[in-house]
């Protein structure tokens, strides 16, 4: 599978902060409050208007799929976690500070594990697998 090369728009506001919508929602989810860190990423995603709002989508994609996982949800977790992977190869791997290949290979680790278990026994994943967003302010 090839990887699409980010945009030039987005290359450029690569070096740019993240917003404070972002930088909340990136603190909860490294709290381990995954619906708040999507609610805060997806204000982050609807108030951005250029292509690097595509950052925040994929972040929040993985905070809902680890929500699901918590849950149980193991059809849920799984939707999520392949959607997300359009939007993360469209990015380079370090955008605003965000590590982002590091936590796409984090959610695919979580992904294999999750089904290793299976739907039946997603409730024992071991929650210490989540690992929280490696960033940069």
């Known amino acids: 599978m090839t990887m699409a090369l980010p945009s030039n728009e987005i290359t450029r506001a690569c070096d740019e902060g993240l917003p404070g919508y972002a930088l909340r929602g990136l603190e909860y989810f490294n709290t381990g409050h995954y619906f708040e860190a999507h609610e805060y990423l997806e204000a982050a995603w609807k108030a951005e208007r250029r ?40 990015l380079p791997d370090v955008c605003q500070g965000i590590r982002l290949a590091q936590l796409r290979q984090d959610m ?29 302010r």
């Open 108 to 136: 695919d680790r979580a992904e294999a594990e999750m089904n290793l278990l299976g739907p039946k026994r997603i409730g024992s994943f071991d929650r210490s697998q989540l690992k929280k967003v490696e960033y940069q």
């Open 51 to 90: 292509e690097i709002r595509e950052v925040y989508r994929a972040v929040l994609q993985v905070a809902v799929g680890y929500y699901h996982l918590t849950r149980g949800n193991f059809t849920g977790a799984q939707k999520m976690f392949s959607r997300s992977r359009k939007y993360f190869d469209i």
